[in-house]
Each structure stands twice: as C-alpha cells, then as structure tokens.
C-alpha cells in the first residue's frame, strides 16, 4: 500500500500516515507559468495499492485536476488500484437539476474521477446519500457521527435538541440525536438567492433548552447563524452549539462567526482550517477514522463495522 498526498491537506495526509505507521510516497506536484499542473510519482507504483488524499479546499478547480492527473499518472504507471480519499467531495451540493439549463456538476465530477483512474472512493458526510449513485465505481460515504456523538457526549449537556437547520438535513440530524440521546427539531427556510437563506418556521421544543445546530457544512455560515438567531428568539438557552463536518468557511464566514457568539462551533478537519480562527472553534481530528477504513480496504476486510461502532 502506498499513501499519496495531493497539495490540498498534506496535514490530513501526514496525520493518515502517522496512524497506519508508515511513510507518505514522494511525489513531485507542481505549476507551470502557464497555469497548467504537472505531477510525477518519484517511486514505483507497479503492483501497488495507491491510496490519494485530496480534499477540495477554496481552490477546488485547482485541486481537482490535480486529482485527475494523479490518478491517471497511477493508472498509466501500472498501480493495481487507485484509491481516492476526498474527505470534502466538490460540487456536492450541485446534485441535481434545480432549476432549468443547469448541470448536475456532482454527477460530473464523479465520471471525471472515474475517467481519471479512480477505482475506489473514501468520502465523508456526503451532501445527499444519492451522489453515491453517479459511481459505477464502490463509493465508502463514511460518517462523523461517532467523532461528534463521543466529543458531545463527554459534556453532559442539559437537556439537549439537535435541531436540523432545513428539512433536507432532517434525517442526519435525527440519526445523530438518537446516538446522543437527545430530542430534535427542525427548521425550514427559503433561498431566495444563492448563500441567502431565511428561516421560516420551526417545529420541535427547543425553549429552555441546550441547542446543538447540526449540518454536513458551514460555508458563508448565513444559515447557521440565522437559524441560532431565530432558537435564541424562539426562547432557546443562549449557549447554542454548532456541529458541522466539513468548514468551508467562504468569506465572510469568519467574521459572522465571531460576531454571532456560538457556545462553541464544532468541526472536522476535512478542509484545512485555522484552529485560531475565532473563539469558540473546535476541530476533531478524522485521520483515526480514514486510516482504520483505509486498512481494512488494503487486507480486504469489511468497512461496514467501523461505520456501525
């Protein structure tokens, strides 16, 4: 097994490494004067089982073609298989035709990988369950549930309710609030326009209570700090948490997130992120998760246990 770190999270990828006791390959990644990437695997891959990391970060465009050239450059090298480990999967959200004349760029990005060379992916909290089916190849959609549910759980938080921010994260959020014994609530809003959202109602028993906001993303955090504004309205116990997996944090998330006074905003390290980037920020490490599925797929064990434990 080789391990491959892309330019994107080479944090993620030493941390993955650390955890399987073993040493990330060399490869050379760089960019010409004219824009265009390069990549060269400085080892043999022939025979081998190559695991990449690469996530997408702000420069998703970039780091994906950095992707689709690692892969086909295994391919073309003779490597047994090409694993991709994409923790944050770009254009997740374009998953569908919203409105008319619109790709469904998801479903693009998926045949692309595909394309490349990829033979497998590892992902995590994926937009919505049904990008799984753009792949003809095995797609591993893992969870952070667990990474949360035992951080949270170490609080004892009193009387808590994870509220689901929108009806489409309804169902994530119910699995996580029966793993952490809590009641929940959800909300609905609108968008009248991209990274506009306004909430419009909210149905559960929140007043008095320890909230726990709970959603795949933050990116411009408008959502998120709407939706702790209307709980707080609503009668809420002012310490509002937030449980995200994936910090996008596209400007000016920063700033709304330091002016909006969260108990405290919990992450994953799926994107690279300033641990110091306001009070109050929290990032769990998923690099324990990612080594265990990735050495249970190098023997040919089962991944399903570690997504029940």
């Given at each position: ?12 990828a030493q941390a993955i490494s650390k955890e399987l006791g073993t040493k990330i390959g060399e490869v050379t ?160 809003k609108s968008r009248p326009e991209h990274q506009k959202a306004e909430i419009l109602e909210l149905v559960g ?37 937030a449980i995200a997996t994936h910090p996008v944090f596209s400007y000016p998330a920063i700033e709304r997130l ?52």
């Amino acid at each position: 097994m080789h391990l491959f770190a892309g330019s994107s999270h080479r944090e993620l990828a030493q941390a993955i490494s650390k955890e399987l006791g073993t040493k990330i390959g060399e490869v050379t990644l760089k960019t010409f004067s004219c824009g265009e990437r390069y990549v060269k695997y400085e080892e043999t891959v022939r025979g081998k089982d190559v695991f990449i990391v690469q996530t997408a970060t702000q420069n998703v465009n970039e780091d994906l073609v950095e992707l689709f050239l690692m892969c086909q450059a295994a391919k073309l090298s003779f490597a047994k298989s090409v694993h991709v480990i994409a923790p944050f999967f770009p254009y997740a959200r374009q998953d569908r035709v919203a409105e008319y004349r619109e790709p469904i760029s998801a479903k693009l990005i998926a045949h692309l990988l595909e394309e490349s060379g990829a033979d497998h992916v590892i992902t995590l909290n994926l937009h919505s369950d049904q990008i799984q089916g753009f792949f003809s190849i095995p797609v591993d959609a893992l969870e952070a549930q667990t990474i949360f549910a035992k951080y949270i759980e170490k609080k004892k938080l009193s009387n808590p309710v994870v509220v689901s921010p929108d009806a489409g994260g309804a169902k994530r959020a119910k699995k996580f609030a029966d793993r952490i014994g809590a009641d929940l609530a959800i909300m609905h809003k609108s968008r009248p326009e991209h990274q506009k959202a306004e909430i419009l109602e909210l149905v559960g028993e929140i007043e008095g209570r320890t909230c726990i906001i709970f959603d795949d993303m933050i990116d411009t955090a408008g959502s998120l700090v709407s939706a702790k504004d209307a709980l707080i309205e609503a009668g809420a116990n002012p310490d509002v948490y937030a449980i995200a997996t994936h910090p996008v944090f596209s400007y000016p998330a920063i700033e709304r997130l330091k002016d909006a006074g969260f108990k405290e905003v919990i992450v994953t390290d799926s994107i690279p992120t300033d641990p110091k980037a306001f009070d109050g920020l929290t990032i769990l490490p998923i690099a324990p998760l990612l080594a265990q599925v990735i050495e249970h797929v190098e023997k040919g064990q089962s991944v399903t246990e570690i997504y029940e434990k």
